[in-house]
Structure formats: structure tokens, C-alpha cells
């Protein structure tokens, strides 16, 4: 009986496959960070970040490094067999963190050079794509203090202003998503250098409808509102706001303001003339964070708080609302809940030409429950 149960288990293991797929790292180059420029001649300009361990002095310790290759060529594809030869090992993509995008090539179709990602099985659909005034390659160029790894750099940048309601998750997964869907659009961080280039900042979200970036953007407060109106909420959500009139700059003048808790109900409606109205209600609960008045502890200042900021961010919201309509960024899905809710009329609607014109109606209604225990 045990002759028979061994005689099974070698049958069995002919039937097993070898490592026939396997990738050894030591044959590879990880690219951490990528950047994809649209040259003046048309062509494309691609680079790449790839950490390196170099000996060190003393004791023969290991020192990080990075190099940074680029070429050009017609297609991505083409510039990365470009990159094969002149680096060690093979080029790889499976660790890839950010993908930068510089402006020119942004407003042209992105899935064009996202294409060889989107093929490859290998590659790293979590990476977070960006969009860089200017040129891409400016940036995976930046000299950092410290000698800090760019991509890494970027990421914590990135996941800090995640939990500050400024920049959402959208990685090369989901906005390929977006991109076939015709009734939602996408959002992602807009990145600008410094003047003297030694320096980068997010300074707020780009605006795509479709594959193509439509030149415009959201600041950071904007950024803000906006994901609190499509219901994305970081760790905190900080608004600084002026609520006295007075000539005079001064800091007494603001209010600084962070968002607790939050409900959002976003409502469309198709009348029978075909008119499509759309309505965005925002409760938010908030606490105070700054403000040099001690009278917070009066009955009448809260009340009187309370209704300047909701005034101030549904205007803040309304100026998000018409922003994003000018792009053409159906950023918040108001397609995707008609073709959902409404399919007849979403059949006879041209979105092109009709979300720009349809009534998008925001409100905010704000409650401070909190304000520090100065007061």
C-alpha cells in the first residue's frame, strides 16, 4: 500500500510545471519612476529612474544611487528597447511607483504611450500617474536633499496629501477604467517645479475629460472641495477662511477650519423636458483650529460662524462646479448615474456637448461642534 501512495505522488509530480516563467532580479533593472515628454518635433522623450547599490568607503558599505537614463524615439516601446542598451540588465516595470506625464503630451491622447503599459502583465497597475507643467523629464531629473529616491520622494508626497484631502488615489489601474467609461472622467495631481528647479510642489489636480488633459486645473482649496463633493475624504480636510471684513490685512481676520465628519447626497434629476438638473448637498461638522478671537464660547458668534462658512464654501464649491464644467471633466460621474438611472434619455444625449450645459447645484451647510479649549 505505501509503494502504491508513492508511485501516486511521482505520477503526480510529472505533471508539475517548473519555474518556466521565472524573472531572477539579477537579470533586471527595477524602473522606480518614469517621465514621458512630448517633444517639439513630435517625437517622444522618455526617461527613467533606476536605484543602484555602489560599494562605499570604509568597511565596504553599500551606498544607494540613482541612475537616470532617457531616450527618444517614436513610441514608448521604442524608447524603453532604447533604454535596454544603455543600462545593465533588462528594463522592468514591475516595481514602477509614479508615472509623470509632462503638459504637451498630457493634452494629447495618454493612452496612446499608456498602451505598452496596459499590454505588459508585468507592470505595476498601482503606480500613480501625474501631470507636470512643463516638461516631465525636469523633474525624475531633480537633484533632492540627501540624495533622496525621486519616485520615493513623490509617493510620501503624494499619500500625505491623500490624508489631506488634496490629491485622491488614482493609479494607472483606475483611470484606464475611467477612460472607457463615457460617463466619468478623472483627476490627478498637477505638479509644478520652482522657479530655479530645485524644488517640487502638487498645486492641485489636472482636469482630463476623456484621454486628454484639458489644460486646466484645481488649486489646492479646490482640490479640496472637489473631493469632498465626489465624497473622498482624507485623515483631515482644512480650510482657511476670511469671515471679517477689513481693509487691512491680518490674521485676525481668518478662520481656520478642519472637516470632522461629512455626509454628501448627490441627486440627479431628468425632468420631462429633458432638462437634467443635478444637486450636491454637503453637511460637514466641523472643528475650529485657529482663530484669535476668544469668543467662541458666546451663543451668538458660533451661529454666526457657522452660516459665513457655509456662504463661503458653497461659493467655493460653486467655483469648483463651473470649473470643471468649463474643462469638460465629468469628474464627479454624473454621466455614469444617468446612463444608470436615465439609459433612454442618456441614448439620445451628445455628453460632449451637454454636460458643459446642464445645472450642477451645490450647497454646503456648516456645523462647528468644536473649537479647542481656549474658550
Known amino acids: 500500500m505505501k509503494g502504491l501512495k508513492y508511485l501516486l505522488v511521482l505520477l503526480c509530480l510529472l505533471f508539475l510545471s517548473g519555474c518556466w516563467d521565472q524573472n531572477?532580479?539579477?537579470?533586471?533593472?527595477?524602473?522606480?519612476?518614469?517621465?514621458s515628454d512630448l517633444r517639439s518635433d513630435g517625437k517622444l522623450l522618455y526617461a527613467a529612474s533606476f536605484p543602484r547599490s555602489t560599494q562605499g568607503g570604509k568597511g565596504g558599505s553599500q551606498q544607494?544611487?540613482?541612475?537616470?537614463?532617457?531616450?527618444?524615439?517614436?513610441?514608448?516601446?521604442?524608447?524603453?528597447?532604447?533604454?535596454?542598451?544603455?543600462?545593465?540588465?533588462?528594463?522592468?516595470?514591475?516595481?514602477?511607483?509614479?508615472?509623470?506625464?509632462?503638459?504637451?503630451?498630457?493634452k494629447q491622447d495618454i493612452n496612446l504611450f499608456l498602451d505598452v503599459l496596459y499590454r505588459n502583465p508585468k507592470t505595476a497597475l498601482s503606480a500613480r500617474p501625474a501631470v507636470v507643467e512643463g516638461m516631465a523629464i525636469d523633474l525624475i531629473n531633480l537633484k533632492l536633499i540627501g540624495g533622496e529616491e525621486i519616485s520615493k520622494y513623490l509617493i510620501n508626497s503624494m499619500q500625505s496629501l491623500q490624508d489631506l484631502t488634496i490629491v485622491n488615489h488614482e493609479n494607472i489601474e483606475s483611470i484606464f477604467a475611467k477612460?472607457?467609461?463615457?460617463?466619468?472622467?478623472?483627476?490627478?495631481?498637477y505638479i509644478k517645479l520652482d522657479k530655479n528647479k530645485s524644488r517640487a510642489s502638487v498645486k492641485g489636480l489636472a482636469m482630463f475629460h476623456g484621454n486628454?488633459?484639458?489644460?486646466?486645473?484645481?488649486?489646492?482649496?479646490?482640490?479640496?472641495?472637489?473631493?469632498?463633493?465626489?465624497?473622498?475624504?482624507?485623515?483631515m480636510a482644512r480650510f482657511t477662511k476670511k469671515v471679517i471684513s477689513s481693509p487691512r490685512p491680518s490674521m485676525n481676520n481668518y478662520i481656520t477650519v478642519n472637516v470632522k465628519k461629512m455626509k454628501?447626497?448627490?441627486?440627479?434629476?431628468?425632468?420631462?423636458?429633458?432638462?437634467?438638473?443635478?444637486?450636491?448637498?454637503?453637511?460637514?461638522?466641523?472643528?475650529?483650529?485657529?482663530?484669535?478671537?476668544?469668543?467662541?464660547?458666546?451663543?451668538?458668534?458660533?451661529?454666526?460662524?457657522?452660516?459665513?462658512?457655509?456662504?463661503?464654501?458653497?461659493?467655493?464649491?460653486?467655483?469648483?462646479?463651473?470649473?470643471?464644467?468649463?474643462?469638460?471633466?465629468?469628474?464627479?460621474?454624473?454621466?455614469?448615474?444617468?446612463?444608470?438611472?436615465?439609459p433612454n434619455?442618456?441614448?439620445?444625449?451628445?455628453?460632449?456637448?451637454?454636460?458643459?450645459?446642464?445645472?450642477?447645484?451645490p450647497s454646503v451647510h456648516v456645523e462647528i461642534i468644536s473649537h479647542g479649549i481656549t474658550d
Open 64 to 106: 544607494q544611487i540613482v541612475e537616470i537614463v532617457s531616450a527618444t524615439a517614436n513610441t514608448p516601446r521604442e524608447a524603453q528597447m532604447k533604454i535596454d542598451s544603455k543600462i545593465s540588465g533588462t528594463f522592468d516595470s514591475s516595481k514602477l511607483r509614479v508615472l509623470l506625464i509632462g503638459e504637451a503630451l498630457a
Open 24 to 35: 531572477p532580479l539579477k537579470d533586471s533593472s527595477l524602473a522606480m519612476a518614469s517621465s
Open 212 to 235: 486628454k488633459y484639458s489644460g486646466k486645473h484645481l488649486t489646492v482649496d479646490q482640490s479640496i472641495m472637489y473631493h469632498l463633493m465626489e465624497n473622498e475624504k482624507g485623515k
Open 264 to 342: 454628501r447626497k448627490l441627486k440627479v434629476e431628468v425632468k420631462k423636458s429633458g432638462e437634467i438638473n443635478a444637486h450636491i448637498h454637503l453637511n460637514l461638522k466641523m472643528d475650529v483650529i485657529e482663530y484669535p478671537h476668544n469668543r467662541l464660547a458666546s451663543k451668538e458668534e458660533i451661529p454666526k460662524l457657522n452660516e459665513m462658512l457655509s456662504k463661503e464654501l458653497t461659493k467655493e464649491a460653486k467655483t469648483v462646479i463651473k470649473k470643471i464644467q468649463e474643462a469638460n471633466c465629468d469628474g464627479l460621474g454624473i454621466g455614469r448615474r444617468i446612463i444608470a438611472f436615465y
Open 345 to 361: 434619455r442618456w441614448k439620445k444625449l451628445n455628453w460632449e456637448v451637454d454636460y458643459p450645459k446642464i445645472q450642477i447645484i
Open 179 to 189: 477612460m472607457l467609461d463615457p460617463g466619468q472622467d478623472f483627476l490627478i495631481p
